[in-house]
């Protein structure tokens, strides 16, 4: 029997006679008009097609006179028996009130597209409410999703350096970005008439005070605090006075190491950062030290790898030498210990300094330095 068939008959003549078939007999009028009513709402009905289409239910439904709702009205309500009465009412009502939806149509023209989905997504499970359904919010969409941020570059590679000297006992120290003159340059052996004084000196705060030019105080620092032995690696923001380009920036990142201790050599200053730059650049990279100066260091080194992208053939990036310059390094100047508080009688200890960001850009082949601090996040979002 189709539905107009049924709506055409009284109850008694569809057989229904006790409350629960009331209640089936209405909730499959329900899923009828459910279902027909989807395709407008899940955008299932070209656009063009809507207004023809709404109307077409609204009068198969609604109409007045031969509408489905008022047939139910006619005969199934007005002619129960009376002992089925208040139940087949209140069936009524609910299906009433579930029709104003029909009205649909009129609604969705001015309901934005996210609360076109809230109409949707509830359609049918609180049919019952009777707040008019663009006004209500459903509470079983999912919430905002807000986008994930990811770890900055520098810092992914920050704590990838952290995390091989960590491996290998050292312990984190850190110190101010704020640094005094003292500290930043006296205790360092770079007196102020030294001439490699000029290569850091650089944004004044005052007389005694600067954004530190490099990570190397927090050495001095750090002995002053723990004394010998002493195995350390000091992570830090750092300041010069350079102009930004594609390789340099006046803020920048760097990472100092520290070891102190009884009988410390270049021997283990070769092994350890030859080992540290296999971990980070991978098994196959060699190291070379050669001869160079920083005040705080004697002897002074310079560690480069073999060229990571041509294998030390020579290339573009290691400008055809087949080297690359990652580190300055040596064994701690007896003053800088000294200035540390620390007997350089007793012991000895060797050190190095390298720029993070620098480490960044050979990992992942970043050729300007200035896109780690533009935050874009169409370059951030890759890692
Ligand atoms: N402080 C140096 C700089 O900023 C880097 C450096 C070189 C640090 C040699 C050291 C070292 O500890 O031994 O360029």
């Known amino acids: 029997m189709t539905l107009e068939e049924k709506v055409g008959k009284t109850l008694a003549e569809l057989g229904v006679t006790d409350a629960q078939g009331v209640e089936s007999l209405f909730a499959e009028v329900r899923a009828a008009m459910e279902a027909e009513r989807q395709p407008l709402v899940s955008q299932g009905v070209p656009e063009g097609d809507r207004e023809k289409t709404c109307k077409a239910l609204r009068d198969r439904w609604l109409a007045r006179k031969g509408g489905l709702i008022s047939l139910v009205d006619e005969n199934w309500l007005k002619r129960s028996p009376k002992e089925l009465k208040p139940v087949v009412g209140r069936h009524f009502n609910e299906l009433r009130q579930f029709s104003s939806r029909m009205e649909l149509e009129r609604l969705l023209k001015d309901v934005p597209a996210q609360q076109r989905r809230a109409v949707e997504d509830d359609a049918g499970q609180h049919w019952q409410d009777a707040v008019p359904i663009d006004l209500r919010p459903d509470l079983t969409l999912p919430g905002y999703r807000r986008p994930l941020g990811s770890i900055h570059p520098v810092t992914r590679v920050m704590r990838e350096i952290e995390d091989i000297f960590l491996g290998l006992g050292f312990s984190i120290e850190t110190g101010p970005e704020v640094e005094t003159v003292s500290y930043n340059f006296d205790k360092l052996n770079i007196p102020e008439t030294h001439p490699a004084r000029d290569d850091w000196d650089t944004l004044y705060v005052d007389e005694q005070t600067v954004l530190r030019t490099h990570t190397s105080p927090v050495q001095i620092r750090a002995m002053e605090k723990r004394g010998a032995p002493l195995y350390i690696i000091m992570p830090g923001k750092c300041y010069r006075h350079d102009n930004p380009d594609s390789t340099h920036s006046p803020m920048f990142h760097q990472i100092e190491g520290l ?103 050979l990992k992942y082949d970043i050729n300007d330095i200035q896109l780690f601090f533009q935050s874009d996040v169409r370059f951030l979002e890759q890692f």
């Open 259 to 361: 070891a102190v201790d009884t009988d410390i050599t270049f021997a283990d200053l070769k092994g350890t950062l030859d080992f540290f730059a296999k971990k980070f650049f991978g098994e196959k990279v060699r190291t070379r030290f050669s001869p160079s100066f920083f005040p705080f260091t004697e002897p002074s080194g310079e560690v480069s790898i073999s060229c990571v992208f041509c294998d030390a053939k020579g290339c573009r990036v290691c400008k055809e030498s087949g080297w690359i310059e990652v580190m300055g390094c040596g064994m701690v100047h007896p003053e800088v210990l000294h200035h540390g508080g620390i007997d350089p009688e007793k012991y000895s200890g060797w050190a190095f300094g390298l720029g993070i960001d620098r480490y960044a850009m």
